[in-house]
Each structure stands twice: as C-alpha cells, then as structure tokens.
C-alpha cells in the first residue's frame, strides 16, 4: 500500500482560540502549530491565513509572511493554501494566494449549507474560473467535495478541460450542510472517485479519528487539524496539531501503513521534486 500522506489544516477560518486556545492567529503561532505538524509527521499543511485579532483573511502579503515563515522552519513542507477562504469573500479575494505560485492550493467543487445562514458559494463558473487558474499557474488542485454531488462536478468539469488528472480529492465530511461522516458515507464518497485518482479524508469534529481510520486501511490519505476538530478524545482538547498529527501516526503504525515523507508525497502526488 502507499505510503500515508498527512496534511495538517492548521487553522481554518472559523474556529477561535475560543474553541481552543492553541488555534494560531499570529505568524508566530502559525509556524509553532505548522513545525508541531510537521515534527509529527505532517507533509502538507493546508493553509488559511487570518490577522493578528483572528479575522480571517485571504491578502497575498498575509499569506506570503506566514508561508515565508513555515518554509523557514519546515523547509521541504507542502504549503497548500485555501482557496475557499472564509464564507462571503469573493473570488477574486479568495485567488489571491494562487499568485504565490503555490505547488497546491484548494478548489471547493459546490456550494453548501455552512451553519446558521450562511452559504459557502462555489457556483459552477466560479469553479471553472478557479479550475482554469491553477492549470495556468501549474498549481495542483485539491478537490474539495462536501458531498458526493461536488465529485460530480468535478468529473464532469475535468471533461471540459477545467480540472487536470490525477486528480486528488479531499473529502470533507461530517459538516452540517455536507455530507454526514458515517462509514457508509465514506464508502459512497471513495467509491464515486476513478480508479487513477487518489484522496484524503477530513472528518470533522467526532468524525476525524474514525473516519482517518478508514482511509489509513482503505489506502487513502489523512487530513487532520484544528480547521476540523480541536479534541485530541471525547471532552479532550489538542495541545497543538501536533498531537492530532500525532494520533494519526499512531493508528497508521498499528495498522502497518508507514508515513510519507514530504518527498514522498511529491511523488504520489505528481508534484515537482523541490531541489
Ligand atoms: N472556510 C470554509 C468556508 C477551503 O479551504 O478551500 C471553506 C474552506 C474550504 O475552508
Ligand atoms: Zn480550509
């Protein structure tokens, strides 16, 4: 079986230090979660930027300060920024990182329910204006489906020349307004993909660590992170992402699946070696 990829959604945009107080705002406290990460055996860090009172933020020179200081701390590290940013920001604000010429950033393929009255839009020209984006820039997509309707999408834009194989998906599950988080749910969703792709489950909140579970037997990939969950167990919050990071590389060596390096993780993902 392939090696185990791990990325690490370090902050998001809509969980506060209220949830947890570990949640980084500051750039210090992005590369302090990002290195916990990554010293646990992270390989990618999916990246939301916010200012330093926690207002989430997708301004290119934001980003560059924190990526510029995670790759200062976690050299060889994949940065994956969001491209979804926080609900009503338009797309042209949420593209800005894609300027950084990032070797991967996020393409949310539909809209959703995301709590109480809001709406996270991704209309389908919004989608093929991200998608056109980043075959230009050379950036890979990750294909984020909230639910099985947005793999959909996502195959039928790859027919139309929007999305590039291989295509790698992350599916986020468990989100009230998405897809639930159950086994059967997984099962649909890994079985809807085709067979030359690959993929990474998120599972949020109480989802995260059943549903990694899952993945790691299944021969996919793992996202964990405060973006998705803050507990580490039941009524347990995580020091850091770190110690999510950490209970992955657990469950992954019981069940015999090594972890991917970031090197490695190029590899399956068909990104370019970095020198
Ligand atoms: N913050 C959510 C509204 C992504 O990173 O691409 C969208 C999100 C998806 O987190
Ligand atoms: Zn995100």
Known sequence: ?????????????????EHNPAVPYTVAECVREAKSAYDAGASIIHLHVRYDDGTPTQDKARFKEVIDAIKAACPDVIIQPSTGGAVGMTDDERLQPTELLPEMATLDCGTLNFGGDEVFM??????????????????????ECFDKSMIDMALRLHKKGFIEKPMHFDFVMGVNGGIG????????????????????VAGIGRYEFSLAMAAIVDGGHV??????NVYLSKGVLAKSNGELVEKVVRMAKELGREIATPAETREILGLKPIK
Do not use: Q
């Open 1 to 17: 079986m392939e090696k185990l990829i791990i990325t690490a959604a370090i902050c998001g945009a809509e969980v506060l230090k």
């Open 122 to 143: 991704n209309t389908e020209n919004t989608i093929k204006y991200f998608g056109k984006r980043m075959i230009e820039l050379g950036i890979k997509p990750e294909l």
């Open 181 to 200: 988080g159950e086994l059967r749910d997984f099962i649909f969703m890994r079985g809807s993909i085709p067979h030359d792709a690959t993929y990474t």
């Open 223 to 228: 996202r964990v992170g405060f973006e998705d």
